[in-house]
């Protein structure tokens, strides 16, 4: 699976969009790009995924570029509770032999302020 | 629905002694992973299980075992307890088949610290 890296830490103010960079320079043809976040002390949870188009849910939008190497997770309206560790993960839909591993490097925190 | 249930949420184990955590998957799903965090090597995959059986298993000693039962109910076991398997367990589960969907539902962990 290609290596992700994102930067340490990132502050944003509360209500205002946070834009999350990921490069995966490496990324082959058939891998995603996941989002996942971990807020203290809980698990980690699942925020979205895509190929190479766009894509939105009700937590937030990816944005993946052209040339697939880099990708934006973006927060639209932050809040105090988006204070998380977030992780960027790529890896291909079918890895051996179909399992659900998912390998994840260190992350990004992020830190909503009031 | 119910998410995913781990049980116990904490506990206290001295080394030697052995350990085993118990997952319930949310109901449906048949895939059950396995997670170890700690705060120097952050979260790794310890094995992965489907229909019962073990699909992919991390690089972690033979001291680290699981099992999956017919209900998709996971153990995992941790013999000869050493200080450093201190950390919080985390199981997740997926309704993955045969395609891996990568999306998978964590549950809130077991934290266990060994004396």
């Known amino acids: 699976d290609a290596k992700t890296t994102q930067p340490t830490s990132m502050d944003c103010a509360e209500g205002r969009a946070a834009n999350l960079p990921c490069n995966h320079s490496t990324i ?3 891998e995603y790009v996941y989002w996942y976040r971990q807020i203290h002390s809980q698990g980690p949870q699942y925020i979205i995924h895509g190929l190479k188009n ?61 | 629905k119910a998410g995913v249930t781990q049980t116990p949420r904490y506990l206290i184990k ?17 895939s059950v992973s396995w997670y170890q965090q700690t705060p120097g ?12 059986t073990q699909r992919n298993k991390g690089n972690f000693p033979g001291r680290f075992s699981g099992r999956q039962f017919s209900n998709s109910r996971s153990e995992m076991n941790v013999s000869t307890l050493e200080l450093g398997d201190s950390a919080l367990y985390l199981c997740a589960s997926s309704s993955s088949t045969g395609v891996a969907t990568g999306e998978l539902f964590f549950g809130e962990g077991s934290r266990l610290t060994v004396l």
């Open chain 1, 28 to 30: 082959s043809g058939n």
């Open chain 1, 54 to 114: 766009n894509e939105t849910n009700e937590m937030a939008s990816l944005i993946i570029t052209e040339d697939r190497k880099s990708s934006t997770l973006i927060l639209p309206h932050a809040t105090l509770r988006d204070t998380a560790v977030y992780y960027c993960i790529v890896r291909a839909p079918y890895s051996q032999g179909g399992s659900e591993k998912l390998v994840f490097g260190k992350g990004m925190k992020l830190t909503v302020n009031p």
């Open chain 2, 14 to 30: 001295t080394r030697g002694q052995q350990v085993t955590l118990s997952c319930s998957p949310i109901s449906g799903h048949r």
């Open chain 2, 41 to 52: 090597q952050g979260l790794q995959f310890l094995f992965e299980y489907f229909s019962e």
